[in-house]
T-cell receptor, first 112, second 113 residues
Framework: GESVGLHLPTLSVQEGDNSIINCAYS??????FIWYKQESGKGPQFIID?????DKRQGQRVTVLLNKTVKHLSLQIAATQPGDSAVYFC???????????FGTGTRLKVLA | KAGVTQTPRYLIKTRGQQVTLSCSPI?????VSWYQQTPGQGLQFLFE???????NKGNFPGRFSGRQFSNSRSEMNVSTLELGDSALYLC????????????FGPGTRLTVL
């Protein structure tokens, strides 16, 4: 498949361990944040979102944390599985801009 | 429920040509956004349409244009292709706009020779 990004930061974790992927967002006016997963040759797949009136949201095996003070997002994946191997992007939007600003992405490699 | 579909999936063009890419959003979605993805620049916003109106446009030259039809389907056009236009072009749809869940299609891989 096609490479999403040639020089992405890479996080390598053992299967079964927890993963934490971090993202610094740029616009203090952003009020909606999303994490996407992109596998080789595919479009980004929605994982979880959070609005600025929350600081934590949980999904199935995933948790997103939002720290507005330092403009930081994190995605926690519990019990990481081989199928979690992909590139993960954070995105922000808000202020009536009608667009997402994407982070540079992090490649997650799950080691057997 | 069918997802976002994009056609064609792959395209090879030569410099100076033009190209039209198509996107069919999820049924009921009225907002369509387009993004360009390259290894060097990542995901960059091109434009967003809602009910046939462009609400925002990214920092791309005028060679990049788009439109949306009354059935919410959207097209984007790139004229006078340059080598640097080689990229994965992604379309995303949502009910009312990016402030709600936005779902991406598989993309169109454009190669300019």
């Amino acid at each position: 498949g096609e490479s999403v990004g040639l020089h992405l930061p890479t996080l390598s974790v053992q299967e079964g361990d927890n993963s934490i992927i971090n993202c610094a967002y740029s616009n203090s006016a952003s009020d909606y944040f999303i994490w996407y997963k992109q596998e080789s040759g595919k479009g980004p797949q929605f994982i979880i979102d959070i609005r600025s009136n929350m600081d934590k949201r949980q999904g199935q095996r995933v948790t997103v944390l939002l720290n507005k003070t330092v403009k930081h997002l994190s995605l926690q994946i519990a019990a990481t599985q081989p199928g979690d191997s992909a590139v993960y992007f954070c995105a922000e939007t808000g202020g009536g801009t009608y667009k997402y600003i994407f982070g540079t992405g992090t490649r997650l490699k799950v080691l057997a | 429920k069918a997802g976002v579909t994009q056609t064609p999936r792959y395209l090879i063009k030569t410099r100076g040509q033009q190209v039209t890419l198509s996107c069919s959003p999820i049924s009921g979605h009225r907002s369509v956004s387009w993004y360009q993805q390259t290894p060097g620049q990542g995901l960059q916003f091109l434009f967003e349409y809602f009910s046939e109106t462009q609400r925002n446009k990214g920092n791309f030259p005028g060679r990049f244009s788009g439109r949306q039809f009354s059935n919410s389907r959207s097209e984007m056009n790139v004229s006078t292709l340059e080598l640097g236009d080689s990229a994965l072009y992604l379309c995303a749809s949502s009910f009312t706009g990016p402030a709600n869940e936005q779902f991406f299609g598989p993309g169109t891989r454009l190669t300019v020779l």
